[in-house]
């Protein structure tokens, strides 16, 4: 009961402030903070982003608003990212419930992939509060720590100026994407937030909404 009351309050503060309304499905997981993969055919962990993306469609609906986006969380985002066919299915599930939102996902992966075979509108996402191995793929991890908000920000600044980013093997990679995640869990992500906005803006990089974005 807790959780529904929050979720129509979190809408209402949302329009309020002009900000979109996404939805966040993940595993099952509420002790583990839907961090811990659950084991399930593709279907049925594709019924349960169902339950969930339908009940926040639902409450933006009844406010008279859409549903922007759709970011699978967690250990389900990761899942998704290595699995075609849990991607494809929720694809499906996407062209015919929101058509137009966007789903959020990393650059290259499966789920990158299906969005686009279907036409799906994508957000490829850089990940500033966490590692990269030599794929492209963030190093999954429960526990980062209390990161540097400085070294933070100028690796922020740098992906978005240069496109690339330092690996855990020191590698440089190639990166594409148009929005930027870190974990509000995260041990000091206020002032993480706060040196990555200062940084972005002293170097003349636009913050924008979503909905402003042109991607293709």
Do not use: W
């Not at 009961?1 to 309050?9: E, I, W």
């Not at 339908?54 to 899942?79: C, D, N, W």
């Not at 849990?86 to 015919?96: A, E, N």
């Not at 990940?127 to 933070?152: L, Q």
Request: glycine content about 8%; aromatic content about 6%.
């Amino acid at each position: 009961t807790v959780q529904r009351q929050r979720g129509d309050t979190t809408i209402v503060v949302a329009q309020e402030h002009g900000v979109g309304i996404g939805a966040h499905p993940g595993y099952r997981d509420l002790q583990g903070f839907g961090r811990r993969k659950i084991a399930g055919t593709a279907r049925e962990l594709v019924n349960d982003i169902v339950y969930q993306v339908g009940a926040i469609r639902e409450f933006a609906r009844r406010h008279g608003t859409s549903l922007q986006h759709v970011k699978p969380h967690g250990a389900l985002y990761m899942e998704m990212a290595v699995n075609r066919e849990l991607s494809q299915i929720f694809l499906q599930y996407m062209r015919t419930v929101a058509p137009t939102a966007f789903v959020f996902c990393m650059a290259g992966s499966e789920t990158d992939i299906a969005a686009r075979e279907v036409g799906q509108p994508v957000i490829r996402e850089f990940y500033a509060d966490r590692d990269y191995d030599d794929s492209g793929s963030i190093v999954f991890t429960r526990d980062a720590g209390r990161p540097d908000p400085a070294a933070i920000a100028r690796k922020v600044v740098r992906a978005c100026k240069e496109g690339r980013v330092r690996t855990v093997t020191r590698s440089d990679i190639e990166i594409a994407f148009e929005s930027i995640c870190f974990h509000s869990d995260t041990l000091g992500a206020l002032d993480i937030v706060r040196r990555m906005r200062e940084a972005l803006a002293a170097e003349g990089i636009r913050i924008a909404p979503v909905s402003q974005l042109k991607v293709g």
